[in-house]
């Protein structure tokens, strides 16, 4: 059974971190990139970073370029997301996501993605 399942959310004030995990299961994410997605209230659902197999080449939003760093340990069958300096926009629920698509630059392609998580709750607030 595939699944892929994500935590680390929670409740954090501006300008503290956060770690979200994905852990898969039921498939080899070796072979499959591995991207973070988010979904605010009334928003659609945003790519947020991804990371590829074999080099693990990175990907960022721009809203999220410097503060935000993508990793993942295959040992683990894990990827993460260190998320730092966090502001109140970052507010959404997280969801991760594998694909087996070639293309990096399909990353924020929703469509292209065969596997998604449940999602967590992040919430940026004082």
């Known amino acids: 059974q595939v699944q892929l399942v994500e935590s680390g959310g929670g409740l954090v004030q501006p300008g503290g971190s956060l770690r979200l995990s994905c852990e898969a299961s039921g498939f080899t994410s070796d072979y499959y990139d591995i991207g973070w997605f988010r979904q605010a209230p009334g928003n659609e659902r945003e790519g947020v970073s991804c990371i590829s197999s074999g080099v693990g080449s990175t990907y960022y939003a721009d809203s999220v370029k410097g503060r935000f760093t993508i990793s993942r340990d295959n040992a683990k069958n894990t990827v993460y997301l260190q998320m730092n300096s966090l502001k109140p926009d970052d507010t959404a629920v997280y969801y991760c996501?594998?694909?087996?698509?070639?293309?990096?630059?399909?990353?924020?392609?929703?469509?292209?993605?065969?596997?998604w998580g449940q999602g967590t709750q992040v919430t940026v607030s004082s």
């Open positions: 996501a594998a694909t087996s698509d070639p293309y990096g630059s399909r990353w924020t392609t929703k469509s292209v993605y065969d596997y």
